[in-house]
């Protein structure tokens, strides 16, 4: 019923308006020709070969297109197949019976009606998972007083360091590498960047903390919010937050994204009393074979 094959030239024409559908899948699937026309002719070859393609009889109907990590590690980039549910799940069956065995694979995946299910009973099981959080910004109309804090804006030249310093404190794990310098003027560089949407929370002139908008499309974002150990539990993240909304209220934006971790009650509970809601349910899947 169903034969696997690998992406060649010949082939990229209906790949292309399969690869289109990706997103009914998975809103995070990788566009693979975003990719693939941004390389030369060598490199181009190679990427095919990590594609693979499902037929039904003489029509394509799904593909899968994963990456190299290490020996055993691969990532899985996308895919997808036509169909209802009962559909794809055997035709994504056959797609990763094709893949390389005695390895594992990760795969990056947004929640909707039918893919987390399907997920589940291919075999993958969640690794990590983030929730997105929305607050309708005509919905906030409270700020913490805290008069033994102040809050700083960030200053271009001025504060990277100090950024810097707070968020290797803030997020330190032995899994993490401490971000340096660089990585703050990077972050600069990029057009997600919203100048007016970094800033520090202080006590008695000591930096304590550090929160952030970032702009994903035309939706800020609240990214890399955190009070130093020995500040915590006190308000001052709470009253961080607050400040960082009335940012973006303050330049007009009808609602605010933030991320977090589904194993932090901590931040969740804060979240939800500022009024975000659950959003949407990204996870890290997992797959061994």
């Not at 609240?222 to 308000?235: A, L, Q």
């Not at 400040?243 to 934006?253: C, D, P």
Request: hydrophobic share 35%; with cysteine; charged share 25%.
């Amino acid at each position: 019923m169903y034969s696997c094959v690998t992406l060649n030239k010949k082939r990229l024409k209906k790949f292309s308006i399969i690869n289109d559908k990706r997103k009914l899948f998975n809103e995070l699937n990788e566009n693979f020709f975003d990719y693939y026309n941004t390389i030369n002719f060598t490199k181009q070859f190679f990427l095919c070969r990590s594609v693979k393609l499902l037929y039904t009889k003489d029509e394509l109907t799904g593909y899968i297109w994963f990456s190299k990590y290490d020996d055993r590690h691969y990532v899985i980039n996308s895919m997808y197949i036509n169909g209802q549910q009962d559909n794809l799940i055997k035709g994504l069956r056959e797609l990763i019976e094709s893949l390389k065995p005695r390895g594992f694979y990760t795969y990056y995946c947004e929640e909707n009606s039918i893919n987390f299910s399907v997920l589940e009973k291919l075999g993958f099981y969640k690794r990590e998972s983030t929730y997105i959080m929305c607050l309708n910004t005509c919905m906030f109309n409270s700020i913490s007083v805290n008069e033994s804090a102040d809050i700083e804006p960030f200053k271009k030249g001025l504060h990277e360091q100090i950024r810097c310093n707070i968020q290797n404190e803030v997020f330190k794990n032995d899994s993490r590498i401490p971000l340096g310098i660089e990585d703050i003027y990077y972050d600069e560089s990029q057009k997600y960047y919203y100048d007016e949407g970094s800033i520090f929370i202080k006590k008695d002139n000591e930096y304590i903390g550090y929160g952030q908008i970032i702009m994903d499309g035309d939706i800020p974002t609240i990214v890399n919010i955190g009070v130093i150990e020995g500040y915590r539990g006190k308000g001052y993240g709470r009253f961080l937050v607050e400040s960082l909304i009335r940012i973006v209220i303050n330049n007009g934006f009808k609602k605010v994204n933030l991320k977090v971790s589904a194993n932090n009650s901590t931040a969740l509970n804060l979240y939800r009393s500022l009024g975000f809601k659950i959003q949407h349910e990204t996870c890290t899947w997992e797959l061994r074979k």
